[in-house]
């Protein structure tokens, strides 16, 4: 759930992290305190590096006050992912000349920023083998097509449409005849007049 937020910080084990295991969620937040969050001075984190005190929860309490989080501390999940963001947001604050391009144009600068930002920028979309793998990705899934293929891919119509039909539920709810609904077609409202005389 948090592998993403983890990786972006550098934690040491984004993919095992388990927020349910309290010796390792008092030290991920003490970690997290002093790598990269630094609410506290260091001489004011000594209440929460303390991780085997009783009083542990009191000084974690107090810590979420101080930083302003909005959950309490028995919702140990939103806490994370919360924390998570703000050390996220403070550490692209802190690094945020490594990620800008170092080009002294402006405008050249806010587009590539605005590039760097869509993860399908590296594909080349003139490519005639890219054109025909989404044509048959598009035709196999039933998709509507478009004249930009990279249109097709930013609506993530094919990722939907495989995230929901093509998993083994899905495919057996499929398989299953399902008598259709009746509708009322004089209820709907289609947009535009067919020309037809109302009956």
């Given at each position: 759930m948090f592998r993403r937020k983890l990786s972006a910080l550098d934690y040491h084990n984004p993919a095992g992290f388990n927020c349910r295991d309290e010796t390792e969620f008092r030290n991920f937040i003490v970690w997290l305190e002093d790598q990269k969050i630094r609410h506290y001075k260091i001489e004011d984190r000594g209440n929460l590096r303390n991780i085997h005190s009783e009083d542990w929860p009191k000084s974690f309490e107090k810590y979420m006050k101080d930083?302003?989080?909005?959950?309490?501390?028995?919702?140990?999940?939103?806490?994370?992912?919360?924390?998570?963001?703000?050390?996220?947001?403070?550490?692209?604050?802190?690094?945020?000349?490594?990620?800008?391009?170092?080009?002294?144009?402006?405008?050249?600068?806010?587009?590539?920023?605005?590039?760097?930002?869509?993860?399908?920028?590296n594909l080349d979309v003139n490519n005639p083998d890219f054109k025909a793998g989404v044509m048959a990705l598009a035709n196999l899934l039933q998709i509507q097509r478009h004249d930009d293929y990279l249109v097709m891919l930013k609506c993530l119509a094919i990722r939907i449409l495989v995230q929901e039909r093509l998993t083994q539920d899905a495919i057996a709810k499929a398989s299953q005849s399902k008598e259709g609904l009746p509708v009322a077609l004089e209820k709907h409202i289609l947009g535009f007049d067919t020309g037809g005389v109302v009956i």
């Open positions: 930083v302003n989080c909005p959950f309490k501390i028995q919702e140990r999940q939103e806490t994370v992912d919360w924390l998570l963001g703000l050390a996220v947001r403070l550490e692209y604050g802190d690094n945020a000349d490594k990620y800008k391009d170092s080009t002294p144009d402006g405008a050249k600068n806010a587009d590539n920023t605005a590039k760097n930002a869509e993860p399908l920028i």
